[in-house]
């Protein structure tokens, strides 16, 4: 699946889409808030992605992504996976984090092998996350989210980073799991009777029941190439799980095991 995702986390304010060698230089001495208006800077992000066409394609293709953000000087660096939902804090402690979330899920149409299932629209989840830090380098995260556009399924998602910075890279990497009810599972995995009777490759109904959705593993790293300029690079493994991998959308048209790939730059202006 192409991510799409919004981003807003900790005084920052983004929307990011994704459908989808720089040299060392010292960076001069200079007031972080220079340029700014009232506090605040623009953050452009850049991305391309080799993803699944959708959730348990087994085709992939590229999409091109980007994002606009405002955000203060000092929370530019701030630390979100790739995979994050949306996320506003409402309460921050040392170790502890949490807030509401939001996200979209993107279109799935009705074409190619997927032809004679029913279109599923965008889809705005919204809910709620959950962010530990029981070490300086070691994230846990959980959001849950409830869809609110084209479907109406509750989908849990947990992940685990290692976090490093050596020099100026900063790297994460860590395990994932997601777990969906019988809403969100049979929307995206289960066949109704019409569409097994519209289907030229689907033979009979499917029913998806609520359980996991998927385990996998995700790695990022991030370039400080200049003070304002990140270069960014993602890859994404998930194996789809329970009822969702024996889908007949997954088993006869698709494949269980889902990998994407991205890299992109993000800027703060004005430099």
């Given at each position: 699946m192409k991510p799409f995702l919004a981003v807003v986390s900790g005084g920052l304010i983004a929307a990011s889409v994704a459908a989808g060698a720089a040299h060392a230089q010292t960076d001069a001495p200079s007031d972080p808030q220079a340029g700014t208006v009232f506090g605040y800077k623009l953050n452009i992000a850049l991305r391309g992605w080799i993803a699944p066409t959708y959730d348990g394609s087994k085709h992939v293709g590229p999409a091109p992504g980007g994002s606009l953000a405002v955000t203060k000087p000092s929370d530019f660096d701030f630390?979100?996976?790739?995979?994050?939902?949306?996320?506003?804090?409402?309460?921050?402690?040392r170790h502890f984090s949490l807030g509401v979330a939001a996200s979209v899920r993107e279109y799935r149409g009705n074409k190619n092998e997927l032809e004679g299932m029913r279109s599923i629209g965008w889809s705005i989840q919204g809910g709620g996350y959950l962010n530990y830090w029981?070490?300086?380098?070691?994230?846990?995260?959980?959001?849950?989210?409830?869809?609110?556009?084209?479907?109406?399924?509750?989908?849990?998602?947990?992940?685990?980073?290692?976090?490093?910075?050596?020099?100026?890279?900063?790297?994460?990497?860590?395990?994932?799991?997601?777990?969906?009810?019988?809403?969100?599972?049979?929307?995206?995995?289960?066949?109704?009777?019409?569409?097994?009777?519209?289907?030229?490759?689907?033979?009979?109904?499917?029913?998806?029941?609520?359980g996991a959705h998927f385990a996998g593993l995700e790695a990022?790293?991030?370039?400080?190439?200049?003070?304002?300029?990140?270069?960014?690079?993602?890859?994404?493994?998930?194996?789809?799980?329970?009822?969702?991998?024996?889908?007949?959308?997954?088993?006869?048209?698709?494949?269980?095991?889902?990998?994407?790939?991205?890299?992109?730059?993000?800027?703060?202006?004005?430099?």
């Open positions: 630390f979100a996976a790739p995979d994050d939902a949306a996320s506003f804090s409402v309460l921050n402690t029981p070490t300086p380098w070691l994230r846990m995260h959980a959001e849950a989210l409830k869809g609110l556009t084209s479907q109406s399924g509750l989908q849990v998602n947990t992940s685990v980073d290692a976090v490093a910075q050596p020099g100026r890279w900063r790297l994460a990497a860590g395990p994932r799991f997601g777990w969906g009810d019988d809403k969100f599972n049979n929307t995206y995995f289960g066949v109704t009777p019409a569409e097994a009777i519209a289907s030229p490759r689907i033979a009979n109904p499917y029913v998806a029941r609520a990022s790293a991030e370039y400080k190439w200049r003070r304002q300029w990140r270069l960014t690079f993602d890859a994404r493994y998930h194996r789809l799980l329970g009822d969702d991998a024996n889908s007949p959308l997954v088993r006869q048209l698709g494949a269980p095991d889902q990998f994407s790939v991205s890299t992109g730059v993000r800027v703060m202006l004005p430099n």
